[in-house]
């Protein structure tokens, strides 16, 4: 017996009629990896917003098999864009092999869900990255490599000019000289990026999302907020969180 007919086929369109749904269309679904593939840190939203949206198949009874069986069509979409993207096809797939062994460690829906953002987030900076890399210095490439990768520690210019092996001041003029903004500036921007992304997609209190990004306290991280956003990471949260996501 076929698993596919048109039987089938058009008994599933019928039941989504009946329930005033439908799937996503094509460049809809497309787009966010469209984004994704360009480094457009926006794709990480978009997908997001498309994860939530409810217009996606009918896979299983079960919601956390259908969150899961979702995930794995996903990530394999991601992979094959970043490998078109220019990301070299080993790291893409063990990169792939990683998410869906994490996947077995998933107990809810919402858990799915948290694991598909982290992926896209990975996907996208993954690719940011490779943009950044055709128009700068080697030294520069390795310097936005190291706060990529600790932002959850003290960075400092002595800490990158010995990472690269120059003069503090010498980087800081090459840094400067290159991307446009200071080190610090920079790095503090990649932070506030990060933190974000935490306050909308994450569980995370202000004090954990502080220790996180190596803030010495709260009060420190949420004055260097304000700054950047103009707004407390409370104010942030309760604006841009999507609905549902935290526990009352």
């Not at 800081?172 to 500036?185: C, D, P, V, Y």
Request: glycine residues 4%.
């Amino acid at each position: 017996m076929a698993v596919v007919d048109e039987a089938k086929l058009r008994y599933l369109d019928f039941l989504s009629r009946e329930d005033r749904v439908r799937h996503h269309r094509y460049v809809e679904e497309m787009k966010q990896y469209d984004m994704m593939r360009s480094g457009d840190i926006n794709a990480i939203a978009e997908s997001t917003r498309l994860w939530d949206s409810g217009l996606y198949g009918y896979l299983s009874d079960d919601p956390l098999k259908n969150a899961k069986y979702r995930f794995v069509t996903t990530i394999t979409l991601a992979t094959r864009f970043a490998i078109e993207g220019g990301m070299d096809e080993e790291d893409a797939y063990n990169a792939s092999d990683l998410y869906i062994q994490n996947l077995e460690n998933c107990k809810t829906p919402d858990d799915v869900r948290r694991l598909h953002t982290d992926m896209m987030t990975f996907f996208t900076w993954a690719m940011a990255d490779m943009q950044k890399a055709e128009t700068h210095s080697k030294a520069v490439n390795e310097c936005l490599d190291y706060i990529h990768y600790h932002l959850h520690e003290k960075i400092t210019v002595p800490i990158l000019a010995e990472h690269v092996h120059l003069n503090p001041t010498y980087l800081s003029e090459l840094f400067k000289r290159e991307t446009g903004t200071a080190i610090s500036q920079y790095i503090t921007d990649k932070r506030m990026e990060a933190a974000e992304n935490m306050l909308k997609y994450s569980e995370y209190s202000f004090d954990e999302i502080a220790q996180i990004l190596a803030y010495r306290s709260q009060s420190h991280f949420s004055k260097v907020f304000k700054k950047h956003s103009g707004m407390t990471p409370g104010e942030y949260r309760t604006k841009y969180a999507q609905n549902g996501i935290w526990p009352e």
